[in-house]
């Protein structure tokens, strides 16, 4: 495997934000998920839940309610606007205020025409989903109380509405109440506290299933508005509800943690008469349950604790793969830290503010396993705050530790930054093109003389660095194809070619000396998650989503001959089974034949020059290795080297820089707020 | 040999009554519960044992109603016969023979005249297989019928019999074994079948065992040994299956039942907490808790009133819904291991042996019942497994039963001993033990051994003990304490060599204390704590010991560890005679010279009884029962038996019990005893149309007695005269009392019932039947009550002649029933 000098990286406490709502889009298979520091992620459930999209929040943003309209996703909070989201270039299309105080919950109706929210001063605002804007319709009758949920029938005529100690039905014609149904409060002290009726959900039967404070699951009849079942699920809030499309089974998640499921079963079977009936219980959470909901193999449920959960319901999968595992998504699939490779620095990026490290150092070699001695402490050496409310969207140092860039969703930033022995200044540098107004990606080329920005249509600007400033140099635009945003750049280490990954799974590959589109690698259906050009060969080196890996030949255009090996003997079983996406994609300088890979749980080394495991050789195989003599460990060792833990320890890797004979692990903490 | 042919070993009483299911008869009067061959019908209002159903040859495997008849119950056996019986009256309706052993029987109403019925396949039993079959019962008029049309429906079947159960309404059966559960649906004839992981991340044990079904709704509830009950539902589908998980017992759930109405399930487990979980709202939950050992079954009357419990602790628990207990039918609690031998008190003439933990039972083996439990311990008991607590081990009783010693210890695997001497006064006041003295270090380690002197007078104690040395014990020997001098202290300390004696003796009179020192015996004179001489007949150290009794008090028996029965004679302190036999018990008869030995053999146990005078035994049989037997007891007769038979005049006096290692309580029963049994349980049979209240008991006997006069005068008048009488009584205390006349009235007609019978010398049934005529009038029902009375009695007894009239007689009985017979009454009415 090689030997390597470990930095044990234990000073980026990234927190993730807990999940606020959840809107899943039938259509396109798309999670949306919004977090409480006001960014919107979009994941692909078809994909592996790869995290395809990642719209940064801002201060004082809090989101209440996700929706999707078509392919259009909206949003409200309790700074009472709506928002609607680009998601092509992923960023805040427009925000309208609706006039009604904090907005507590946003739905659209099946029919993909209107919107209806619910808001603080006791109004269901309608608005009209138009082409390109929304426009106020109408408000339903004024309730004397906050409006904290809502649920559209789904034929569209009525909406249901959970309101503290009641619920009210409207009829959207009319825009009056039909059935006020009153919501018991708890016994004993909890009697003089109000009943919130956190999640209402309208089922085209014409029952009414309600989620309260008391922690009842409530069934309702629309028709006669009177109490059909009641269900005490728990002691506490009964906080989220979702139902399947086929309205066969409904999810709860509640203030304890965990997700009860209840299922409209027959009680005499093969007879009609069904009832709800509360089958399951999920417990992965350790905080409360924010947001739930039920798609078609899976329910997926988000919480204060901020890890997304999907936990496929066996019954309705038809084969039972590594695509239909329980699955616990807890951080970014995205690069949160870049390093300076030359100069022993490190970036770490948080929603509102970066921070710039430098390494410790120690004493010579030590022999492998033993820890070194550390001459010099790892030091923070800057902490810069973002200017304005924008969370910081991506971020990059430059390898050489000289440059320092960040964007905003509306302000891209480049900083020159000094540092002999203990000095540190930076200075910002203040005349930029125009261009280089806000970017989806950056990039440093591998000399730190240019710096490449992925922005609006798929394209990238290029602009050259020097001591006097920043210089704009062109643009690379792709011949054809989509124009989703940009999330990878890849630059050759001989600064001749660049490789950028849209969202649409299109590579593109550009020539930097003649600043033109040199080839497009063949779409394949799974995203890319990490990239990277080999220092040598000038080989594309992609991995995907669904834990394939691909070799792409720049100079020949087409994949190289081990990519092709790799397809036609397939991956190993455990490999595939792997359910965090690779983040990263380096090179071993010494030897030519190392591919670095690494996901949030395990490092790997692929060995091209070995033969490929298949799925009877022991995949984890290095301490059977060990225990073997030189010549046997030849005819046992396969490509694949994985190492999952460090010193004992499990790894939380979340990069790997790679300089020399350095390698970088950090650990994680993961804790809930 | 002794001709053995009428001599048979038979289960008498102590049986467990928690083997199966207890049954609530339909109109919840009666509890049903099998019983080594029997079954029992108990009262479930006074938890009386009325009669029990015999005629089984080996232990009754399971009890189920007839879904056709509500008054006619089936067993099945493992002598592989099936049984309907009349539960109420205690016949034996018809017999089934399926010729294989039966380990449990289900049937359901849809399914008329099919039984379900468990049956083992395997051929030797250590590779159990077991199958659940269907048996037609063919329609014949006989009484024993063989039942041949047989059809397997499942051969994955668990041992368990309450993992298998029917479905709503008989349309499906569900079984389940280790970790598969499968729903056969009869009318498909397809079987479904879920299977768990035997354990998951959480390490979740998934082992189904026990199931029920829900009576109206396709919903089945699995216990598992983890404690989880699922509620499994959409079972027709191989995927869309789905269950729900509930968790409350902490370990395995031993049973599940659904109420009939199906709003309820209970469940139980080794917690001894019965669980009622409301169906539908299934986080609400209500407890009964302590109710003793762990619950092994729940049945539910028919109108969902009562619930039945069987515990571990052989008892059976009434409980009323409104989770109330209202009545306990306790069994002989048996335990892992009796530690006590087993004992007779000489006052009540109960068996007395370790009972529920920590305590003593006294158990009267004639009327079977558990009389009461003495706690010894004084310690709550706490019910989890892998805890040291204290065990009641040894106890002994002196020879007028005044005083019962006890010993009590605890820290049997580790090494720090902790032991109680107790010794217990009778207070004739209270009629019960009262703790007198208690001894913490009686000695410095184990005490092997115990007993009191015999003679009348002074009542003296002696413990051997492992630290080499036995002590006496007196009452009232110190004299430093002021008081009554009641208490128990030591009187003398002896020891042989430093050897560790094993066990000691009295002599029938007391004059000499026999205690075994490995191989040595020492003789001593308890007047004077002199050792009188020591017999020794190497090699093989002492196990049992006992002195001759009546004409053979001269000698003195004793068993070695190297199968030797050794006899001494104590005049010339020489050995008698010895033979070479491995006796694990030796038990002498404290009414004749008889000593019994038990001696195992090879895989069985062979009995000897014989006096130590002769060479001759009275009395052999081969072959006894198959496992070792370590406790006998000779239980005194109330009359004894006055058999002239060499082979049975052993059993005159005293009757031998005897407990295995399986912990089945076994005697041996001569044929005339049998007899006068059957004959006995005959008349028994109880009238229950009157509750069995203490009142009704008081009156009962009054009227048995009269009865008793009666039938020595007229005989032919007896029968009518009694049932006008009670009905009087009855309609006294069965009317409420606001709709009473005045007492006035009711006066003369309660005097008239008893006057009839002073005058009712050779009176004509005409009469009789005019004076019940009036009172059906006003109570119907009761008279009812009463005829079908005298029809039991009809079928009940052979020998009773009743007289059968003819249609032409009865019609001349109504005749005269109308004519005025009022003027009759007056001239009673006017009678002083």
Redesign the interface.
Known sequence: MGEFKVHRVRFFDYMPSGIRALAFNQDTERMAVARMDGSVEVFHCSDRFFQEKIIPGREQCGIEGLSWVGERLFSAGLNGGITEYDLTNQKVKYTIDAYGGPIWTITGNQQGTHLAVGCEDGTVKLFEVNEDQIQFERNLDRQKSRIISLSWHPSGSKIAAGMMDMIQVFNVETGHSIHRMLADRGAGTSRSKECVVWSVVYLSDGTIITGDSVGMVKLWDDQTGTLI?S??VTKCDVLALSVSQNEDSLVAGTSEGIVVQF?F??????KDDKEW?????FRNHTHDIRAVAEITTAVVSGGMDAQLVVRPL??KIEVRSAASALRKIHFPHRRLVSCARKSGLMLFQYPGHLELWRLGESEGKGTPGSSLFVKRNPEKLLQLKVKGEDHIRCSAVSPCGGWIVYSTASTLRLYRLHCDNNNISITKISKLPKVLSSANQLCFSSDSSHLFSASAQSSVHIASLSQSGCKFVGTLKPKSGSHQAIHLLAASEDGKWLASANSDHEVHIYNLQTQKAHCTVPVYSSAVTAMGIHPATNCLFMMHADQQMFEYSIEQKQYTDWSRTVQRKGLHRFWVERDTPCLNVMFNPQNPSHVILHDMYMLCIIDQSLPLPDDKTQFYNQLTLKSLTEEQRKSQSHAFKVCKTFKDRPLHLYVCGLSEEVCFIKRLQIVPC | MVETSDIRVVRCGGSKVNLTPPIISSDSRFVLCTSGDLVKVYSTRTEEWLHSLQGHTNQVTGITLNPANHLQVYSCSVDGTVKLWDFIDGILIKTFVIGCPLFAIYVSEKHTGVLFLHVSMATDSKNECFQLVSVHLPKSAEQEVEAKEMSAVSSHISKNPSCTAFG?GGEYIAFARHLQLNVYFFRKQKTYSFSLKATDKKGAKNAFTCIACHP????IATGHEDGKIRLW?????K???????QHWHHNAVNTLCFTPEGTHLLSGGIESVLVQWQY?????KEFLPRLGGSILHISASSDGQLFCTSHSDNKITVIESSFKVCGVIQGLVKGDAVLTDLMIDPRSKALVLNGKPGHLQFYSLLRDKHLYNLDIVQQEYIYEAGLDQFEVVKAAFDIKGSWLATVEERGKKSSDLEFFLKLWAFDERTQSFVLNTTITAAHTDRIISMCFSSSEETTMLVTAAEDSQFKAWCQGADADTQQDQNFWSCDFVGSYHKLNPTNCSFSADSSLLAVSFQEVITIWSPDTWEMLTTLCQPPGVIRDLCFGRLSCSKYLLGTTTKNLLCCWNLLTCELEWSTSVDVSKLQPDPFSENVAAFSYQSKHTDLFVFKPSEPRPLFTNKNVCSEKVHRAVFVPREEPLNSCDESTQWLNRSQLYFLTQNMDLLTFSTATEEDRMLSSSKQLVIDDSVAVTPFYLLLGKHRQQQQKLNTQSHPVSDKPQQTQGSVTIKELLHTPAHVLPAASVLCSMFVNSFLISNTGVQQDPLREEMDSEKEEEDSEEEMEACDSQQELRAQGSVDEVTPKLSKAQERELKRVRKTDFSWMAGLIDSKP
Do not use: P, W
Request: glycine share 2%.
């Open positions: 079942k269900h005490n299922q079963v027959s009680m005499v079977l093969e009936v509360r089958t399951r219980t066996l019954d | 709503r109206t709704d396709d919903c539902r959409n079972f027709i589908h995927k869309e299956y789905t269950y729900s998980t539908g709202a299934d986080n609400r």
